[in-house]
């Protein structure tokens, strides 16, 4: 499993409409959008996590990629740095 970090989300996306975006292009075990604590609104980007076969394909795809009218960052994640 591979864990793509998607970026420059509309503020309505849903794990739901990651869900069926990126699964059509290819198989999708979850999806999550992160929220700012306090308010709970997104932050504009998420998390997608892919099979291993089909991560590299998908971010290269869909880097770029119109999603609700903005052009979608999309790479492969990194692990949390710490502070």
Avoid: C, H
Wanted: a negative charge; glycine letters at 10%.
């Amino acid at each position: 499993m591979a864990t793509l970090y998607v970026g420059n989300l509309p503020w309505n996306t849903t794990s739901e409409d990651l869900n069926s975006f990126f699964g059509q292009y290819g198989q999708v075990i979850s999806s999550r959008i992160i929220t700012d604590r306090e308010t709970g609104r997104s932050r504009g980007f998420g998390f997608v996590e892919v099979e291993d076969e089909d991560a590299a394909r998908m971010a290269e795809d869909l880097n770029g990629k119109d999603f609700g009218g903005r052009p979608l960052t999309v790479n492969e994640a990194r692990p949390k740095q710490q502070m």
